[in-house]
Each structure stands twice: as structure tokens, then as C-alpha cells.
């Protein structure tokens, strides 16, 4: 009985629906950049969190569902402008600690639009973590938007004062561009153990993206990759796309891989 009321109370708090019981995005998250050259999708999902840093999407669309591996970086040379965004949520952060009870975890999962970072306001963060918090038991979570970051809130234990655990998916991308390769096969190591289709979504939110194609050496040595790792995109994994603030670039059609 316990555990069906579990399952019922996780479906009015929207985190059910259908065959997923895994925390559900707005359907305006299934419009942004990430998604504009995948198949079109219904509902995205979000799944877990990989060794690499990776974010899993789990997405359902017709005519088959598939997963969505998201790897957000920004170049060293910003990460200043990251480290801001990181300094508020520290700063509601410790505001919500203070008016709250117990032990909790605070994920930020994808970090959306880099022109909306700038909107968000540390005391209505701290306002809505205080607010959740107040409500929750043990083991309960929330999953919401603020100012385009999407973030899942835990309750851990009780405690007579407030501590929040804060992660984030951001990797700050500090090897030379030339070595881009690396970090694709990273994701393409994880990605092949995968079940059913999956996509590689690599988000750079720098302004000087980290790739370039035609700049020597890093093309020579992605092309050499994707080459030797041919066999995947015949298999589970459909592309490898890199997202900037311009656009799309698929590496698998780009460098006609599948044409090879």
C-alpha cells in the first residue's frame, strides 16, 4: 500500500506519465536549441546524470522513442561569466539554508539559454527553494525551471538546520581546441552501450565555440575519429551534434562519415 501511494502521489506531482516515472520538462524545453535538428519530440525526460557528465534525456516521439546524451561546456577563456551564475545560485543558496530544516540536494540538470542567465534573481530563488523545502519529506523531490536552468530539488534527511548539496552539469572546457576529438569520444564510448537509438548533443555556450571546421588540427584528428568509429552510426548511435548560440552542426554529415 505504501508503495502504490508513492506511485500515485509522484503522479500528481507531475513526475508520472505514461510509461516514465522520471521528472518531465515543459513542453517549451522540447523547442530550444538542442532539439531543433532531432526529430520532433513530445515529452522529454530527464533520466540521470553520466560518468562523463553527460546529461540523459530520455525523449518520446513518433514514430520511436530515443535517448539524448547532452554534454554542456563553455571555453576556459569564459568561464568567468559561468562563475557568475554559479556565485548567485551559491548566494540563494545560503539564504535558503538559513530558513530551512534538514539536509537536501539541489541538481541543476541543463542550464537552458545563455541570455537568460543574467535574469535570475537570487532572493526569488531562494524564496522558491525555501518554499519547496517547507513542504517536502524525506526522499520527495521537486523538478522546475528557473530563469531557463532547470533544477531537481531532494530532501535528504531531517536535520535542526539547513544544508543544500549543489551540483551542476557545466564542464569548462580548458584543453586545446585541437583536442575536441577527445571529448567526443568520450561521449561516443558511453553512448554505444546505450539501448535503442541515441543522440550526442554537445551545448557550447562560449561565444568563440571550441569547434571550428577546417581549423588543422582539430578537424583532421575529429576526422580520423569519426571515421574509425564508423561502425557506431550504422548501429545505436544516430549523430553527433554540436550546438552553439549560431546553430546546429551534425559532425556525422559534415565530414560524410556514412559516405566513406
Known sequence: MLQLKSIIRLH????????CMNPEFSRDFNHTL??????????????????????????KAEPSNFTVRLLEIIHAPEK?????????????????????????????ITVGDRSRWRSLEVRNL????????????????????????????????????????????????????GKFDLLVKKQLQEAAVD????????????QEPVFRFGEEPQTER?????????????????????????GTTDLVQQFEILKS
Request: charged content about 20%; hydrophobic content about 40%.
Open 12 to 19: 500528481f506531482n507531475g513526475y508520472l506519465e505514461g510509461y
Open 34 to 59: 538542442i532539439f531543433k535538428a532531432l526529430p520532433p519530440v513530445n515529452q522529454v525526460y530527464y533520466k540521470s546524470q553520466a560518468v562523463s557528465g553527460a546529461t540523459v534525456l530520455e525523449c
Open 80 to 108: 568567468p561569466l559561468w562563475e557568475s551564475v554559479k556565485e548567485m545560485t551559491g548566494f540563494a543558496i545560503k539564504d535558503a539554508e538559513s530558513r530551512l530544516f534538514g539536509t537536501f540536494s539541489l541538481d541543476l
Open 126 to 177: 531562494a524564496d522558491l527553494l525555501v518554499n519547496h523545502g517547507r513542504t517536502m519529506n524525506p526522499g520527495d523531490e521537486k523538478f522546475f525551471p528557473f530563469a531557463s536552468l532547470w533544477f531537481l530539488f531532494k530532501k535528504r534527511v531531517p536535520a535542526d538546520w539547513g544544508t543544500i548539496r549543489f551540483q551542476h552539469p557545466m564542464n569548462v572546457y580548458s584543453q586545446e581546441r
Open 195 to 206: 539501448e535503442g537509438p541515441v543522440w550526442i548533443v554537445i551545448r557550447d555556450f562560449s
Open 222 to 246: 575529429l576526422l580520423k575519429l569519426l571515421t574509425k568509429q564508423k561502425e557506431c552510426f550504422s548501429g545505436n548511435i544516430k549523430g553527433v551534434h554540436v550546438v552553439t548560440e549560431t
